[in-house]
């Protein structure tokens, strides 16, 4: 059976808009929080969010393309134009044979949001013609195979913010029995209006913290919440064979792969975790287990009720041995395009030797019995990291990544 290693990145985030200034700000701890400018919070308990910033659109795409894409797949095509420079594999593999995993949570909305606005304003007549493609979830998918010429297999997988993990994990299982040689898998996101945010407000599930620097932290005993970010990242996945026979640069295997269901819930995760403890207990099993220390970045959303649970898996599975941190400390909550965004961070550890850390969390809850890596990224002899992301509906995805040195 075929190994799936890594051989591009790319990145557009809070804190970075392109892989390089990721890694960076990434590992000195730098968050991308700030007050809110795109919409009126007086009525608003959140106060905050992690937006993409000073962007050079025009330098990736004209006029006339941008008019026609959404946010999302705006952010998930940057990304995986710069994941797919890095890996080379355009050109070097039959478009049959790449395919396209590309998800969202929840798509289009800000084109919904205007075009309804235009409806209500103009009448029916004056709604553009690229609602529909500008809105569709699986549309970022579409336009990336368009892009890079790829005919293989081309996916949305909509699993809430566990969607872009599922995607990396099922990309793994495509190499895997040998449905394709490559594929460019991720997420995108950009959800960052004030409907969204009254909605997960109502849910009692955003950080009410005014104060940038204490309002994404993640397993501190003052946490209240989310902050709402967006961004895209991506990853090439590529058959061990295939990448080595171009000479490719492989910069970690996706070792395994978990993803079971709490069956309990449509936004709370089941409080016995142990839904949680099989997604990662799969993946591991999956990859050989290995008795080593392993950095964690965990879901780690800053929910009281999700961190809770969450910390009581991650001590039950690896007891003492990992190194735990949430990178939304830094930025904010990318929802359906998070878990690859987290994923690049987990296989930058890898390279860097190093855990970053959990931004702004400075008092651990009582109730976390986990080693969570707070003030500064901290050094680690790493062979092996683990991403883990959970979403509403009780999606639970895990994925396990092993640093590869020749």
Not at 128 to 139: D, F, T, V, Y
């Amino acid at each position: 059976m075929e190994k799936a290693v890594i051989t591009g990145m790319g990145a557009i985030t809070p804190i970075g808009n392109d892989l390089a200034a990721f890694e960076e700000h990434l590992f000195a701890g730098r968050h991308g929080i700030v007050p809110i400018d795109r919409f009126d919070t007086e009525d608003m308990a959140a106060k905050v969010y992690a937006p993409v910033k000073d962007l050079d659109t025009e330098a990736h795409l004209s006029a006339r393309e941008l008019r026609r894409l959404d946010k999302f797949t705006l952010y998930g095509l940057i990304a995986a134009k710069e994941a797919a420079a890095q890996s080379g594999i355009l050109g070097a593999v039959d478009p049959y044979r790449l395919g396209v995993n590309m998800s969202t949570g929840l798509g289009g909305i800000g084109t919904v949001l205007h075009e309804y606005d235009a409806l209500l304003d103009k009448g029916p007549r004056r709604v553009s013609p690229m609602l529909i493609p500008k809105w569709a979830p699986n549309m970022m998918a579409g336009v990336i195979a368009i892009e890079t010429g790829a005919r293989g297999p081309s996916i949305a997988h909509t699993a809430a913010c566990a969607s872009s993990s599922v995607s990396i994990g099922e990309a793994l299982r495509a190499i895997r029995h040998g449905y394709v040689d490559a594929v460019i898998c991720g997420g995108g996101e950009a959800a960052t209006q004030k409907l969204v945010t009254a909605g997960f407000q109502s849910l009692r599930a955003m950080s009410t913290s005014a104060d940038p620097d204490r309002a994404s932290i993640p397993f501190d005993r003052e946490r209240s919440g989310f902050v709402m970010g967006e961004g895209g990242g991506a990853l090439v996945l590529e058959s061990e064979s295939h990448a080595r026979a171009r000479g490719a640069r492989i910069l970690a295997e996706v070792s395994g792969y978990g993803l079971t269901s709490d069956a309990s819930h449509i936004t709370a995760p089941a409080e016995d975790g142990e839904a949680i403890d099989r997604a990662i207990t799969d993946a591991l099993a999956e990859a050989g287990e290995r008795d080593e220390t392993v950095y964690v970045n965990a879901h780690g959303t800053g929910t009281v009720k999700n961190d809770q649970v969450e910390a009581a898996a991650i001590a039950r599975v690896f007891g003492g041995k990992a190194l735990v941190s949430s990178t939304k400390s830094m930025t904010g909550h990318l929802l359906g395009a998070a878990g690859a965004v987290e994923a690049i961070a987990a296989v930058l550890s890898l390279h860097r030797e190093a855990v970053p850390p959990t931004a702004g969390t400075r008092l651990l809850d009582e109730d976390v019995q986990i080693d969570v890596v707070c003030g500064g990224s901290r050094p680690a002899r790493l062979s092996r990291a683990v991403s883990l992301s959970l979403g509403f509906g009780g999606h639970n995805a895990c994925l396990v990544f092993d640093r590869r040195d020749a």
